[in-house]
């Protein structure tokens, strides 16, 4: 251990005692590195010439020199950094003439620009230019559309167009002329007398435009509002009823949205009414714009490509304008016109969605490079199939095409659609009819057959059995011909749909006695109440009960036929159609309500009977018996129409079948509950049968008269028409 402690020590006393060998110093501008001097480059320092110069290494120094298009504050070429020297930009617009004579050269930071003259320009469409490169020329030469729907003149001050007839630039004399339409306010004023004043004006300021006149009066704001106004009091009136109308309607809003959208100050304007809600945008640049833009409503949205809302360069006005204006309640009077939709079999179609009107400043839009899309939230949530409409005004007056647009989404709640044309657009909704079914068909004549058999036994039986006839039978008797006729009606002509006129009769005829037997049943439970609750009143006047059985359902069919005749016949049946459905729907249902009440009041007013201390047993069983009876025909027929409901949409086969046989049926039902099931008819039909056949058995009149208490309770069944089930 001592050994290597001595040696560690010899060892550092040596390394102490070696002398230490230092070179030369080196010269300015080297550095030693190791053994050798080696150059130090200076012009690794940022910026050591300053700002505009550049910086050249040398053996053991460096110099400066000014970059191209800029001199030293001397006028030395080369400097040092240690002076004060600066580079200052050269002016080469001073002694530079190749230019040209139609073009002024313009200094830069250590270059310059060859700038076209106003009213000249390059033909390769470039801004400025460099010596000989281009030559500037008359722009009205060089670029033949510069004035899209117009002249481009050379002035003094540049060019200017001048539009030709029916076109405008909006003042801008340097933008070029878009088309406008004036003719298309003169249709509006001779369809809508409400609308002569607004659009009247509208027709000025168009032909104003075309002429050239001053815009500095004219607010692009407050002609939307008034036009927004008089959208909410076309649409509350409810003047769509033709097709025509519609389409002149949806013609002076596109034409109106274009016209004023060019006065709407940049970037645009959200405006929102009663039944309108619009959302405009506008650009303004020489340049084409670029980039996609979206436009929002409360159930629907735009997306649309700025490019193609501006159209083609050639006829760029030097401004863009995208619109979308969506109303609230067009969907119910442009519901109905879909001649231009090609429905496949048993397919009609019922709009799901608001309906928008999109208008861009391009004008040419029949056949757009890039579509459109449209997103529509759904007016009712439905896995029904949907298809993407515009509203086609140049076909037969106007009518819902699909020609152009496809589905690129759809679901129950909302469906995207792809356009490549504008217009104003919709969502329809597929609805499907009753398929034809060989086995449905055969259970409805058959059915029908037998109903109208047992029709016409009750209707001998409540009309010619005197012993029988009271004002509840009378109510019997006019429901069963209302019925035996609807069905007589329904056989010889539901299908005959050749003659438009007479298929619409038959279908009135029907809506009609359909009608009548709801009405009938109606005064059945009228009534019932006047029994029970007016102490067993039956006197009912003839004159009203043929007022309300006959005469109600008339007046409904007229107001119906009147508002929409249109409604009477489809191209399968003649039956309503289904925006006429609820014509006859809605009295069924408002009927049924009444008799609900009516019979919850007779129930009550019997239990109440029941449970005094000295009822009137026989009477009140008669009219327990007639309760029940009258609820069980209410629910017979009411059941049978509310299947009827869901006969408007695809995949309902069970629906299908228990409609038909409750339909064609209904004859039947009637004869088994007021005749087989009434003891008194029964007792007549065994007596007419026993007359026939020769046997002596005494009739139930006779042997009613032959004793007192029998007398009483024939007295009763007069009044009441019915005895015990």
Request: net charge neutral; proline share 2%.
């Amino acid at each position: 251990m001592a050994d290597r402690w001595i040696l560690l020590v010899q060892a550092l006393c040596l390394v102490l005692s070696t002398p230490v060998v230092v070179g030369p110093e080196c010269p300015k501008g080297f550095e030693r590195v190791a053994d050798q001097c080696n150059d130090t480059n200076e012009c690794d320092t940022k910026e050591i010439c300053g700002k505009n110069a550049e910086c050249f290494n040398t053996n053991g120094s460096f110099h400066c020199k000014c970059v191209t298009g800029f001199r030293s504050s001397t006028g030395n070429v080369t400097f040092s950094a240690s002076t004060s020297q600066k580079c200052h930009d050269i002016d080469e617009c001073k002694n530079k003439t190749d230019c040209g004579p139609n073009a002024t050269c313009r200094n830069t930071p250590g270059s310059y620009q060859c700038v076209c003259d106003a009213g000249f320009g390059l033909k390769s469409g470039k801004f400025h230019f460099f010596g000989t490169q281009e030559q500037c020329e008359d722009i009205c030469v060089i670029n033949k559309t510069i004035c899209g729907n117009g002249t481009c003149h050379h002035g003094a001050s540049g060019h200017y167009c001048v539009c030709h007839a029916e076109s405008s630039n909006y003042g801008r004399k340097v933008s070029g002329c878009t088309a406008l339409n004036c003719d298309v306010f003169q249709n509006m004023t001779q369809t809508f007398d409400s609308a002569h004043d607004l659009v009247m004006q509208l027709k000025t300021i168009c032909l104003g435009l075309t002429k050239g006149d001053s815009l500095t009066q004219l607010d692009g704001k407050d002609i939307l509002k008034k036009l927004l106004s008089l959208i909410n009091a076309l649409l509350s009136s409810g003047n769509f009823k033709y097709n025509k109308k519609v389409s002149y309607f949806l013609d002076i809003v596109e034409e109106t949205l274009r016209l004023i959208s060019p006065l709407i100050k940049t970037p645009g304007i959200n405006m929102s009414s009663t039944h309108t809600e619009v959302q405009l945008l506008v650009h303004r640049g020489a340049d084409l714009p670029q980039g996609a833009v979206t436009l929002s409503a409360k159930q629907v949205q735009l997306d649309i490509q700025l490019k193609t809302a501006a159209g083609d360069l050639s006829y760029y006005p030097g401004f863009t304008t995208v619109s979308m204006l969506s109303y609230e309640n067009l969907e119910d009077s442009a519901n109905g016109f879909f001649d231009g939709m090609r429905p496949a079999e048993n397919q009609s179609f019922k709009i799901n969605s608001k309906v928008v009107t999109v208008t861009v400043s391009n004008r040419n839009t029949s056949h757009l490079e890039e579509p459109v899309k449209l997103t529509f939230h759904h007016l009712e949530q439905s896995k029904e199939t949907h298809m993407c409409a515009f509203w086609d005004s140049s076909e037969e007056g106007g009518t819902w095409s699909a020609r152009g647009c496809s589905v690129v989404e759809s679901n129950s709640k909302f469906t995207v659609c792809s356009c490549n044309h504008l217009s104003s657009f919709a969502v329809l909704m597929a609805l499907y009819e009753m398929e034809d079914k060989f086995e449905l068909q055969l259970i409805s004549w058959v059915g029908l057959f037998l109903s109208l058999i047992c029709l016409f036994i009750c209707i001998l039986t409540f009309s010619l059995i005197g012993s029988i006839k009271s004002p509840r039978t009378t109510i019997h008797l006019h429901l069963c011909i209302s019925l035996f006729i609807a069905n007589l009606i329904f056989l010889a002509g539901i299908s005959q749909t050749e003659n438009r006129v007479g298929c619409a009769v038959v279908a009135g005829f029907l809506h009609f006695f359909y009608l009548a037997a709801f009405c009938w049943m109606c005064l059945e439970g009228i009534q019932l109440f006047r029994m029970v609750v007016l102490v067993f009143n039956t006197n009912f006047n003839t004159f009203y009960m043929m007022a309300g059985g006959y005469g109600v359902p008339a007046v409904i069919v007229a107001i119906s036929a009147l508002a929409n005749a249109k409604g009477y016949g489809t191209k399968r049946y003649c039956w309503l159609n289904l925006e006429t459905i609820w014509s006859f729907f809605g009295p069924v249902c408002v009927i049924m309500i009444i008799n609900i009440i009516f019979f919850l009041i007779t129930v009550w007013k019997l239990a109440e009977k029941f449970s005094s201390l000295n009822p009137d047993l026989n009477n009140l069983q008669k009219i327990k018996a007639f309760t029940i009876t009258a609820v069980a025909q209410l629910c017979l027929l009411g059941t049978m129409w509310i299947l009827g409901c869901f006969q408007f949409q695809k995949g309902t086969i069970v629906m299908s079948y228990l409609f038909t046989i409750f339909a064609s049926l209904q004859g039947v039902m009637l004869f088994i509950m007021h005749c087989l099931f009434s003891k008194q008819v029964r007792e007549e039909y065994g007596n007419i049968l026993s007359r026939i056949c020769g046997t002596q058995k005494k009739s139930y009149s006779e042997f009613s008269s032959s004793q007192p208490s029998k007398a009483r309770a024939s007295k009763s069944s007069q009044d009441t028409g019915e005895s015990h089930i």
